[in-house]
């Protein structure tokens, strides 16, 4: 155990979970729809040095808006995520569906298609020598960000079928998708009645961030959700203080009847930064940041607590042993506690 611990404390002390680059920009574009018309977006991604470009190959990460807020509402939690090293595309998809009361509705609703239809715009992008992202672009891995509603149609797509409400065409997963990480949301949103369905990620990492004071999709459901995503990695990562709008530029005093406790720009940079660096560890094999996640990073984070199941990693397989075989969630939840319980003394 004390071996364990000044391994630990070794790696925690080499490793800055800040972003990898100083800063981001931004531009506007037209995404074009398989079904027909144009879905306005902007795209985000790190500023380059002279001697970063062509040496980086940055993957898509599609965030997908929750119902009826704008894309321009997620500026600054997108500006973090891509100075972590991803490109991140924001669009404003307008459809109408009908919600569980029959009732139809038309506005901002995320849906299925949309992971295709970015990822086909990606690869033109990638074509084009005008394009700020050309030279840059990864076109071959893609992940899932998204807010409620958005985060839903994430769930949905990583497992492949077309979900009513949430899909409403033929869906196919593309090969490219490789992860999701989605805040205030659970797999009862846009469904009909009954518990939460075993949730089929065919081995695709997911993980579920969750603010405590969340009066519109519940920790509640969001810890249904956790237990249904059927396989490792995933996790569960809850940010005390933090309503349904911590995601967000500002508090929606309209339609969450919680306020939150946290700070709005230290909910946006934590839901940004445990986001990414899930991200980057599961799907980019970042070891650090796999480290981070799902060993060291909740004790050393006073505004997160963590829930994970990781795969066993080879180099620490003797030392979990030693904990008899407690395994990889087992060591890192009692180290965890005891490490929270010194620092809050």
Known sequence: MITLGVERSAVAAKFNPDPLYESAVSYSTMIPRSNG?????????????????????????????????????????????????????????????????????????????????????????????SSPIANSLDPNTLVLLGHSFGGAVGIAAIQGNCFPVLCTENFNRPQELKGGAFYGTNFLIGQGGGGVPVIDNDDIPMALLQGDRDGVATPANAELTYIAIEDAPKALISIPGANHYGITNNDNLIREPVRPTLEQDVAIETIARWSALFLRGTVLNDQDALDYVFKTGDALDENVNVESVAKPIPEYTSVFSLLGGLGVIGASSVLKNKDKLVKNR
């Open 37 to 129: 018309g144009l879905d306005p977006a902007n795209i985000y991604y790190p500023v380059l040095s002279g001697v970063d470009l062509g040496q980086h190959s940055l993957p898509i990460a599609l965030f997908l808006q929750g119902a009826l807020v704008d894309k321009s509402d997620y500026s600054n939690f997108a500006n973090t995520v891509a100075r972590y090293g991803f490109v991140v595309v924001v669009p404003n998809h307008t459809r109408t569906t009908i919600n569980q009361l029959g009732i139809p509705i038309t506005g901002l609703l995320a849906e299925q298609q949309q992971v295709n239809d970015v990822l086909s715009y990606i690869k033109t992008e990638k074509s084009q020598a």
